[in-house]
């Protein structure tokens, strides 16, 4: 049980200090790769029709 939790701590040292370490340069947006212009294609859309 101790070495979960020596392992755990060494992971999480290591995650901060890369994170100390990259500073504002860190990325924390996720899948933001290239995909705004598929999500801010114009939508053409016909006039409503009033009966």
């Known amino acids: 049980m101790w070495?979960?939790?020596?392992a755990?701590?060494?992971?999480?040292l290591a995650a901060l200090f890369f994170?100390?370490?990259?500073g504002?340069?860190?990325?924390?947006?996720?899948?933001a790769g290239g995909h705004a212009a598929a999500a801010s294609a114009p939508?053409?859309?016909a006039p409503a029709e009033s009966k």
Do not use: L, P, T
């Not at 070495?3 to 020596?6: D, E, L």
């Not at 994170?19 to 990259?22: E, V």
């Not at 504002?24 to 899948?31: F, L, R």
């Open 3 to 6: 070495k979960i939790f020596a």
């Open 19 to 22: 994170i100390m370490q990259g």
């Open 24 to 31: 504002d340069k860190v990325d924390m947006q996720g899948e």
């Open 43 to 45: 939508v053409a859309s």
């Open 8 to 12: 755990f701590m060494v992971f999480a």
